[in-house]
């Protein structure tokens, strides 16, 4: 009976090792035939769902219609250029400069809706900056109406230079 039990697990290791020999020549095949049609006609075609199709155009489309932002056509992404932006606030407390860089960008975002925010973690600071000002002299006047708007702020407020978007 034991005789006959290391016969057929033989038997079954055999037959599971040809099996896996024969997949992987058939894959290497494959690979072969997918190089030489690639070589052949140089020309290759990526087959997706239509799902991921409609979300493609949907994100394009977006792009293509935020007011007054200047998008590449080539590479879809922002344009910039160097420009200033104001500094409201800059931290590095590891425990509150996130949650109050996020206050105070709601804050200036409800009293200035024109502006936009920019909220960024430079490690180990989290800054809150605004506009897209292309002088510093149109950065200052900025500066001197959110400091009216914010007496409170008036103490961190600075211009800074930075990579701004460009708007139309």
């Known amino acids: 009976m034991m005789k006959a039990i290391k016969r057929l697990t033989v038997v079954a290791a055999f037959l599971t090792s040809f099996a896996v020999a024969s997949a992987q020549s058939d894959a290497v095949q494959s690979d072969s035939t997918v190089t030489g049609i690639i070589n052949q006609s140089g020309v290759i075609k990526v087959i997706h769902p239509d799902a991921l199709e409609m979300r493609l155009h949907k994100v394009q489309s977006e792009n293509d219609s935020i007011p007054g932002v200047n998008i590449d056509k080539k590479s879809g992404r922002v344009k910039k250029m160097g420009g200033y932006r104001v ?65 409170a702020y008036r103490a961190e407020i600075t211009v800074v230079r930075d990579r701004i978007n460009v708007v139309n």
């Not at 949650?99 to 409800?110: D, L, P, S, V």
């Not at 809150?128 to 959110?146: N, T």
């Open 87 to 151: 500094q409201i606030y800059s931290d590095n407390n590891a425990r509150t400069a996130k949650n109050e860089a996020r206050a105070k960008e709601r804050a200036i975002a409800g009293a200035f809706p024109e502006l936009s925010t920019y909220v960024i973690y430079d490690s180990p600071y989290w800054r809150l900056r605004v506009g897209d000002c292309r002088s510093k002299a149109e950065a200052d006047e900025l500066a001197v109406e959110i400091k009216k708007a914010f007496p």
